[in-house]
């Protein structure tokens, strides 16, 4: 089992940055593929991105592509999203998640994954 830990939410105005923190307890990090994940008001949680076991795979739904950025420290057992030209919509609370995984495969779904962190909030200003 992993305990999964967010940080690094906040109040940014449109056109700035944030890195997002997961940090994972356990001596295993480097056996679980990890995703980030948004929920916004009224809204479905959505997947945002994710990246296979030693980082060698990162996968991104649209709309984030080549403004966020995910990645991995698995001696340190944690793993960031790098978000950059934040707009208003991507305001919301950004999930961390974790599954086990034996291969490189994407894994895009809610229930594809395990293990869930409370969440941070991101707030984008217009």
């Known amino acids: 089992q992993v305990q999964l830990v967010e940080s690094g939410g906040g109040l940014v105005q449109a056109g700035g940055s944030l890195r997002l923190s997961c940090a994972a307890s356990?001596?295993?990090?480097?056996?679980?593929?990890m995703g980030w994940f948004r929920q916004a008001p009224g809204k479905e949680r959505e997947f945002v991105a994710s990246?296979?076991?030693?980082?060698?795979?990162?996968y991104y739904v649209d709309s984030v592509k080549g403004r966020f950025t995910i990645s991995r420290d698995n001696a340190k057992s944690t793993v960031y999203l790098q978000m950059n030209t934040l707009k208003p919509e991507d305001t919301a609370v950004y999930y961390c998640?974790?599954?086990?995984?034996?291969?490189?495969?994407?894994?895009?779904?809610?229930?594809?994954?395990?293990?869930w962190g409370q969440g941070t909030q991101v707030t984008v200003s217009s």
């Open positions: 998640a974790a599954r086990q995984s034996i291969d490189e495969r994407p894994w895009y779904a809610v229930k594809d994954y395990d293990y």
């Open positions: 990246i296979t076991r030693y980082g060698g795979n990162t």
């Open positions: 356990g001596r295993t990090f480097s056996s679980y593929a």
